[in-house]
């Protein structure tokens, strides 16, 4: 637990550690941030952006430092973000200078290293209070002084606990932009108050001459005032410089007394809560201002005094809680925010101070609205919300104010409503933006809280998809994995879609997602996205292969890379394949068929029987059968193809040459022998296709156990699509084959054969007629007409039997 309050010496130099009454932040023009990178956060950050290249590796690196932290070292993992951030501003500034792109990307990352450290430091006090909750506190001897009284109250009230953390996180903000530059700092001055004027006031003495310039005679601190005389001119420009920086700086008091101003150091010394140890345990020194009080009520009077120095007035308002001088000096959002909240601090300390009859009695010359004011965080904001300042109002706008605003107000409902905003918005957030955002939802993950998931859902999903757009592969499926299961399937799907390098590809399924239900959608979603419906074989079709249609072809790598996904990758395949049988693609249905490894079925087989004795379920076993269906069908229409080629390249009889000369007759007969031959030797090789193609047609025709396309299990879920496509298929395809098979047979005066084909269709073992048209039976019968007539030419009846004399 923090220590509540320190009453440590004002020259230590890491007084900022204190909870209460910290000096004034600030830098130069008493701004957190030059005015040149204000308002950048809505800026979008361009691909050619320098700064954003010098900053990309941020993106695997919070990555890293996420999977290396476990869930009990939360906080060790936001102090590893607000060191990549801080490490990354520095690199960006080296690789990429100072431009004004750079600038966006710097001051992206330098609000979100403040914004982890105030998220730090605010949670673990949240979560130790939690887990103190139930912990009675130690509560002290009543009145026993105003350092414990004050102690036990951030002790017990985490509120004022809370906002003190915010005004230390301001001033810690303030301490890492200025740096040790008070210790560089020059000064007229060295050792001696108003040494300039100590100079003037010698010389007119040893000269005995009047002064041109009315100066001060005295040189006590009170004297200007006094006797409303000025210093030397270097003085007062020496003055004016020191007191800004008294604002700015940490160590005030040393620098007070370097510059010979040790009484201004001492005015800065009665902030310290008045203790009395000696009353509960041995002699040691008193702690603390005993009239606290007075010196309050002169710190309030000082800091509403027109003739001091504004600067001067700002730090006494702030050591006594009076806001207006001091919002004088404050420009920046961040001043703004550090000013309310210290007086409210002031306020809070102070009240309980009067309740627990601690307080003095000099108080009471504070003003009424001062002891009245009943500052809260929220009543804070809703002041800056009404600022006057242009400025301010601006910054209010800016993404990481208001992030910091409601990890401060500790509202995660509000901080997500804003996030689902932004997401909604027309223009896009910055990368940098978008992750931290990631990262912070993961951070209140990681402790429980309770969040709006459909938020959390939403931020995660634009984040994967930017790491999508980026190409960051090893990043995506960590961040995946944090969303539903459902979701994460789609997501990661989408992702594979993208991925075409067949090197990559394995590696995208080694990251612990769901890869069966994953790889399943990929090639659903591929194949789906194709909305042409099946078209009848009569239609002029485009059979060529499309980039379209090699996309279906690939996307069945996705289901090869592990043997246990064969019977996905088998049923996967044949959904692509039934498409493109039905549209004569049938180099694409061989390409497809060709992925799928020829042991498929056997490992399909293999590994059912490793887990289970029983029958091979109904879809899988589904699955083969169509598989091997497609095969016949492809088998036979590729000897058909064999078939025709050979058909259509007969060889020519040669033209006789003119028998003139004995020669040129010799060379005739040669010619003619060696036609003879070719033709004999392409009559053997087409009755062999010949043979061929018919085999395989009736392979298809008459498929054992039901018929081509015909299911042989039925005990299984009804799949409506692929029962249509697979009717339809049997529609569009065994007629076509029938009529290949036909026009086979009449080339080749197989004409009795021709007409052994009429009773196979027409047989009711089979029921092929069934999936002809009358259109197509009108035709098929006419073709058959075609052969009874060639062979009545040839002396037989019309069925190609010989007739009976």
Not at 218 to 227: K, T
Not at 327 to 344: G, I
Not at 435 to 464: D, P, Q
Request: proline letters at 3%.
């Amino acid at each position: 637990m923090l220590t509540p309050l320190n009453l440590r010496n004002l020259d230590d130099s890491d007084w900022t550690n204190s909870m209460y009454i910290s000096p004034g932040s600030g830098l130069e023009n008493s701004s957190f941030f030059t005015d040149d990178i204000t308002n950048l956060s809505s800026a979008l950050l361009k691909e050619d952006d320098p700064g954003e290249t010098a900053a990309v590796s941020l993106f695997s690196d919070f990555l890293g430092s996420f999977q290396k932290h476990s869930l009990s070292a939360v906080f060790d993992l936001l102090e590893d973000y607000q060191a990549l951030c801080q490490n990354k501003v520095i690199s960006v500034v080296l690789r990429a200078g100072q431009n004004s792109k750079t600038a966006g990307v710097r001051w992206l990352l330098q609000q979100e290293n403040c914004t982890w450290r105030l998220i730090n430091s605010l949670y673990k006090d949240r979560v130790q209070l939690a887990l103190e909750d139930d912990i009675l506190m130690d509560i002290g001897a009543p009145n026993e002084s105003e350092k414990v009284v004050v102690q036990q109250l951030f002790q017990r009230d985490a509120i004022i606990r809370q906002s003190q953390l915010v005004v230390d996180w301001l001033e810690s903000i303030a301490k890492d932009q200025i740096g040790d530059f008070s210790d560089n700092i020059e000064y007229y001055a060295k050792n001696v108050c108003w040494e300039n004027t100590l100079h003037a006031l010698k010389m007119r003495r040893k000269s005995g001459t009047a002064l041109t310039v009315p100066l001060v005679t005295e040189l006590d601190p009170d004297a200007p005032f006094r006797q409303q005389r000025p210093l030397a001119d270097l003085d007062r420009e020496d003055d004016a410089r020191l007191l800004k920086n008294l604002f700015t700086l940490i160590r005030a008091q040393r620098l007070c007394k370097r510059c010979g101003q040790a009484w201004r150091a001492a005015t800065l010394e009665g902030w310290k809560l008045y203790h009395d140890p000696n009353l509960t345990s041995e002699l040691q020194p008193v702690e603390g201002n005993p009239q606290r009080g007075i010196w309050k009520a002169c710190c309030w009077r000082m800091a509403e005094e027109e003739q001091i120095n504004r600067y001067e007035k700002a730090i006494y308002a702030s050591l006594s809680g009076n806001l207006k001088p001091l919002l004088a000096v404050c420009e920046s959002w961040e001043d703004y925010v550090w000013a309310h909240f210290r007086v409210m601090v002031d306020s809070l300390v102070e009240k309980e101070l009067i309740s627990s009859g601690m307080s003095h009695q000099e108080v009471e010359t504070l003003p009424r609205e001062y002891l009245e004011a009943n500052w809260t965080m929220e009543k804070v904001f809703e002041e800056l919300q009404a600022s006057e300042s242009k400025r301010v109002l601006e910054e209010t706008k800016e993404h990481y104010h208001i992030i910091q605003k409601f990890i401060i107000l500790g509202d995660l409902d509000g901080l997500l409503d804003e996030f689902s905003e932004w997401l909604n918005a027309v223009k896009p957030l910055p990368s940098h933006l978008l992750r931290f955002m990631t990262h912070v939802i993961l951070f209140f993950r990681s402790l429980g809280l309770a969040l709006k998931e459909e938020v959390c859902v939403n931020v995660l999903t634009s984040y994967v998809s930017l790491l999508i757009h980026d190409q960051q592969i090893e990043l995506v499926a960590s961040y995946v994995s944090q969303l539903p299961s459902d979701l994460a399937t789609v997501q990661y799907a989408s992702f594979l879609e993208t991925i075409t390098q067949p090197e990559l590809r394995p590696r995208c399924l080694e990251l612990g997602l769901d890869v069966t239900a994953i790889t399943k959608l990929v090639v659903e979603n591929v194949r789906e996205r194709d909305e042409t419906e099946f078209t009848h074989h009569s239609q002029t079709l485009d059979t060529g292969t499309t980039k379209e249609d090699q996309k279906k072809i690939d996307v069945i790598d996705w289901l090869l890379f592990d043997p246990a996904h064969r019977a996905e990758a088998l049923k996967q395949s044949n959904a692509i394949m039934r498409k493109f049988l039905a549209l004569q693609k049938h180099d694409g249905a061989k390409a497809v068929f060709s992925k799928v490894p020829e042991d498929s079925m056997k490992k399909i087989y293999s590994q059912w029987m490793a887990v289970s004795d029983a029958t091979m379920p109904a879809e899988d076993e589904n699955a083969i059968r169509e598989h091997l269906c497609i095969r016949a069908y492809l088998e036979a229409h590729e000897a058909f193809t064999d078939w025709f080629s050979h058909s259509s390249s007969a060889p020519q009889k040669p033209a006789p040459a003119p028998e003139a000369k004995f020669t040129e007759k010799v060379a005739n007969e040669m010619r003619e022998k060696e036609y003879q031959a070719a033709l004999t030797a392409w009559s053997c090789r087409l009755d062999v296709l010949t043979e061929d193609v018919k085999e395989r047609i009736y392979n298809v025709l008459l498929f054992v156990d039901g018929g081509w396309m015909v299911d042989c299990r039925q005990d299984v879920e009804q799949d409506s699509e692929r029962s249509h496509e697979m009717a339809t298929l049997r529609s569009l395809c065994l007629p076509r084959l029938s009529f290949l098979l036909l026009s086979v047979l009449q080339n080749s005066s197989r004409h009795q054969e021709a007409l052994r084909l009429a009773d196979i269709i027409s047989s009711d073992q089979h029921s092929l007629y069934q999936v002809f048209s009358k259109e197509e039976l009108r035709r098929f019968l006419q073709k058959l007409r075609e052969s009874s007539l060639s062979l009545l030419d040839r002396g037989f009846d019309p069925l190609g039997y010989e007739l009976q004399s």
